[in-house]
């Protein structure tokens, strides 16, 4: 078992950059695969990527791609969301979820149902 805590959150202009942090308890954190979603008011919850157990292989939604990068530092049992060139639509509560399970097919990877451990996330909002 897993408990998340994610942090980094805040205000920040469009352009703006800003990472956040999932920290994880436990020793065991190495064995899980970490993945990032976010949920905008009145929006479902919606995958932004994900990374492997070794930190070599992610990957990012389509609205992401290029400007978010996902990582991890199995030594401090954290994994991180550096967020770049933001825009407003990036506003949303950011949420990381973990699951013992590398999803091969990237649709079953992107459903919420597929993680078994979440934070309680932490906010970002991008001001135009």
């Known amino acids: 078992q897993v408990q998340l805590v994610e942090s980094g959150g805040g205000l920040v202009q469009a352009g703006g950059s800003l990472r956040l942090s999932c920290a994880a308890s436990?020793?065991?954190?190495?064995?899980?695969?970490v993945a990032w979603f976010r949920q905008a008011p009145g929006k479902e919850r919606e995958f932004v990527g994900r990374?492997?157990?070794?930190?070599?292989?992610?990957d990012y939604s389509d609205s992401v791609k290029g400007r978010f990068t996902i990582s991890r530092d199995n030594a401090k049992n954290t994994a991180y969301l550096q967020m770049s060139s933001l825009k407003p639509e990036d506003t949303a509560v950011y949420y990381c979820?973990?699951?013992?399970?590398?999803?091969?097919?990237?649709?079953?990877?992107?459903?919420?149902?597929?993680?078994?451990?979440w934070g309680q996330g932490t906010q970002v909002t991008v001001s135009s």
């Open positions: 979820a973990a699951s013992l399970v590398w999803n091969k097919g990237l649709n079953i990877a992107t459903m919420h149902g597929s993680y078994d451990y």
């Open positions: 436990g020793r065991t954190f190495s064995r899980y695969i």
């Open positions: 990374i492997d157990w070794s930190g070599l292989s992610t």
